[in-house]
């Protein structure tokens, strides 16, 4: 089965609303990304969360090893914020990453 | 800045042709990495690299082969092409190990195979 699923696979907001967006994954741990992609284009990374609560901006990642799963918590969204959010697995030792489908945000002015 | 860049950017092959895609990366980074998004199943791993000289191997390889003939450069290449393999390519570069391990995307290519 999949190793990494991410929910929801699509959410609409109103400008200002807050989301949570989250990422359920079945192995081993080495470290959790976020990565946005705009559509059409390339992904940028957003953290690097293996464990803990980490912030930048309006976003905060947070990853509990033990309950294997990490969020991305996105707080007064903006139109701007709207694109496709992947997390994404890394195995231990291999730096290779194994990707969820994603969560599509759209955000209405 | 960390730097990967792809050739071409947009590439239309025909059935059973060759098509090589290209990924420079200015972050001497050792690790370099190939993969294919598509609707329905992100982005998959299809081969990476672990310095000049080395390839390895992903999760969906069949079809494609890897060439790392330096530390900046890492191809793709489809020996025969077939419209399966019609996706966007995605190649990174990144060090597995470290405290603020990440990878770096370039802008991706896209190509259709007729």
């Known amino acids: 089965g999949q190793q990494v699923q991410q929910s929801p696979a699509s959410l609409v907001l109103q400008e200002g609303e807050n989301a949570e967006l989250q990422c359920n994954f079945s192995t081993s741990l080495n470290s959790m990304q976020w990565f946005y992609q705009r559509p059409g284009g390339s992904l940028v990374s957003l953290f690097y969360?293996?464990?803990g609560t980490k912030h930048s901006g309006r976003l905060t990642s947070t990853t509990v090893i033990k309950e294997r799963r990490s969020s991305l918590h996105i707080s007064s969204s903006q139109t701007t914020d709207s694109g496709t959010y992947l997390c994404a697995l890394a195995g231990a030792n291999t730096g290779k990453l194994t990707f969820g489908h994603g969560t599509i945000l759209r955000v209405h002015p | 800045e960390a730097a990967v860049t792809q050739s071409p950017r947009n590439k239309v092959a025909v059935t059973g042709g060759k098509v090589t895609l290209s990924c420079n990366q200015t972050n001497n980074h050792n690790n370099m990495y190939w993969y294919r998004q598509d609707t329905g199943h992100g982005l998959r791993l299809i081969h990476y690299?672990?310095?000049?000289?080395?390839?390895e191997k992903g999760d969906i390889p069949d079809g494609y082969k890897a060439s790392r003939p330096s530390q900046e450069n890492f191809s793709l290449i489809l020996e025969l092409a077939t419209p399966s393999q019609t996706s966007v390519y995605f190649c990174?570069?990144?060090?597995?190990?470290?405290?603020?391990?990440?990878?770096?995307f370039g802008p991706g290519t896209r190509l259709l195979v007729l």
């Open positions: 969360n293996p464990s």
């Open positions: 990174a570069s990144g060090d597995a190990w470290g405290d603020q391990d990440t990878q770096y």
């Open positions: 690299s672990y310095g000049a000289g080395s390839t």
